[in-house]
């Protein structure tokens, strides 16, 4: 081992590297800013699940520093006597005997060497939380399996068991155990089951790099013209629309999503784009809403929405557009969408989900707790609703 390498096994070493990852820094730049090759940021990084690791605390006075160590090193190759090294670092001479005794090699006493054994015991690694408790292992599983995420499951936790602080476990914590180190006994094949289909978090990219459709539709109604009510979510029953595309841009699903409770429908579009199709599968879907629930829909300008008059005639739901390259003004929308490539992955073939296929899947995700409901579904967010006493139907 060089000693660059051993230089980085020690406390300082670790500290300014997360230092600079805390500041902004990618992994490599925060590497090399610490003093270390690229090489080494990532495999700390790796190392740690991806996860941000608070800063190691700072050596108090109770406890050697690197520095005495290494003072300790050169006046003990001088030969000098374990009470003069001690009288010149202001310790007691039993701490500079344990202290050789206890970290002292065939080779001799070395500093670095010693530091890193130092801070090795000092960890004093106890069983991980998943790895010790059946109860809380198996549960987390099956809300992996799910495909909840890690926060998800951690806040849901808490909120189904509040008395019970064993089947507390942070998100964090169950990073940690997908991560190559296995550290709480989770199939690291689960990892697949979270959103970005990997253990390791990585810097997001920017939203939606997606070209415009084109195609002008006659007698469009701007988003600016929606009602302000719309805006802040304190009325139900205004819905965003879009659609996930598959391989080649031929099979597609239609998504609905309701802003306040986020709740989902899915459409089944085997025809494609086709606009006669989407305002037919439509006029269905929004027909089984209860009239309260059925105010607004935002959507983008593409060609599928061309009926869209119809749509509006038979629902007597008013359709706004929203402005070119302007996908926030979907949010939620957009949201809902990355959470269902983990179902329906990009470049895949769409068309063959059945309507059946469909309903599992908006099922399966409006029976996810959600950070922004305060960890309510959005079925229960649904169903607490005037006039939604009957779940909804999901597909069409």
Not at 268 to 285: R, S, V, Y
């Amino acid at each position: 081992m060089g000693r660059k390498r051993r230089r980085w096994l020690l406390r300082q070493g670790r500290v300014a590297f997360w230092d600079h990852v805390r500041a902004g820094l990618p992994v490599e730049r925060a590497a090399i800013a610490a003093g270390v090759s690229p090489a080494s940021g990532r495999r700390l990084f790796e190392q740690a699940g991806g996860v941000i690791t608070n800063a190691p605390s700072a050596c108090s006075g109770r406890y050697l520093s690197l520095a005495e160590r290494e003072d300790i090193m050169v006046l003990h190759a001088q030969r000098l006597p374990n009470a003069e090294i001690a009288r010149r670092l202001g310790r007691h001479r039993a701490t500079i005997g344990r202290e050789l005794a206890r970290n002292s090699t065939t080779t001799g006493y070395r500093a670095s060497t010693a530091q890193h054994a130092a801070e090795h015991r000092a960890t004093r690694p106890k069983p991980a939380k998943l790895a010790i408790d059946p109860v809380l292992h198996d549960r987390v599983q099956q809300d992996l399996t799910a495909l909840w995420p890690p926060e998800q499951i951690a806040a849901r936790l808490k909120r189904d068991f509040p008395d019970q602080p064993r089947m507390h476990v942070t998100h964090e914590t169950i990073y940690q155990a997908l991560d190559v180190q296995g550290r709480g006994g989770l199939r690291r094949e689960l990892a697949v089951c979270l959103r970005t289909g990997r253990a390791i978090r990585t810097p997001q990219r920017t939203p939606d790099g997606r070209r415009a459709r084109h195609g002008k539709i006659a007698g469009m109604v701007p988003i600016s013209q929606r009602p302000a009510e719309a805006a802040d979510r304190a009325v139900p029953g205004h819905w965003e629309g879009d659609l996930i595309v598959g391989k080649d841009g031929r099979s597609v699903i239609g998504t609905l999503v309701e802003r306040t409770t986020r709740f989902c429908l899915l459409l089944h579009l085997p025809e494609g784009k086709d606009a006669a199709a989407t305002a037919e599968a439509m006029i269905t879907m929004i027909r089984r809403l209860p009239e309260e629930l059925r105010p607004s829909l935002a959507w983008d300008q593409g060609t599928e929405m061309a009926q869209h008059a119809r749509i509006s005639m038979a629902t007597e739901m008013a359709i706004y557009f929203c402005d070119p390259h302007s996908p926030w003004q979907r949010g939620s929308n957009e949201n809902t969408n990355g959470l269902l490539r983990q179902y329906f992955p990009t470049g895949t073939d769409l068309s063959v989900h059945t309507p059946t296929d469909l309903a599992k899947v908006a099922a399966e995700l409006n029976g996810r707790p959600r950070k922004t409901l305060g960890w309510d579904t959005p079925a229960e967010r649904l169903t607490v609703l005037p006039s939604t006493q009957d779940p909804v139907t999901t597909t069409a």
